[in-house]
């Protein structure tokens, strides 16, 4: 079955810093994939997304590609801000849909001035 | 995009009893999920509800524990039948306007 593999939080970074959250993922086919944000205290949001190999989702400075090769879709961001302090959530879905999401465990993201 | 409420935020409820999460969505919307949070853990996909019919059931999860209607385009309900210790969790509805899926703020859910 499809699963998604995140690295482990927490990641403790100061303002300004470099992210990168790794992402790989398994699945059969050519699933769409998703970087979901949990702010404190509230809902999960829809960060990014890329629906086939090499096309690059971005959104509020955050980047990710979407590498069939080594079937992973890393997040980063170039500068991050204590605002970006949340948890992030790798997601794929079965191509073509955003229905019947599979999750990563999420990394927690601490962003320190 | 779609705007969703849930009721109740949180609750902290008594082993053997029972909880209806309520979800409402602003837009008339033809699927609609429920995902559950464990603490530390991500989210997994409990069921489809379906308007006018039953739910369908991920792997692990049964209509007796986890029954759901879903009367409407805009509302479903999620019932946590005769709680446990173990389902103390986030409980998480979402619709899906595709391409994108849109959660709602999640049930806080704490059993004694």
Known sequence: GNSVTQMEGPVTLSEEAFLTINCTYTATGYPSLFWYVQYPGEGLQLLLKATKADDKGSNKGF???????????????????????????????EAGTASKLTFGTGTRLQVTL | SAVISQKPSRDICQRGTSLTI?????????????????PGQSLTLIATANQGSEATYESGFVIDKFPISRPNLTFST????????EDS????????????????????????
């Open chain 2, 22 to 38: 309520q979800c409402q969505v602003d837009s008339q919307v033809t699927m609609m999920f429920w995902y559950r949070q464990q």
């Open chain 1, 63 to 93: 980047e990710a590609t979407y590498r069939k090769e080594t079937t992973s879709f890393h997040l980063e961001k170039g500068s991050v801000q204590v605002s970006d302090s949340a948890v992030y959530f790798c997601a794929l879905s």
């Open chain 2, 89 to 112: 969790s986030i409980y998480l509805c979402s619709v899906l306007e595709a391409p994108e899926q849109f959660f709602g703020p999640g049930t806080r859910l704490t059993v004694l």
């Open chain 2, 78 to 85: 999620l019932t946590v039948s005769n709680m446990s210790p």
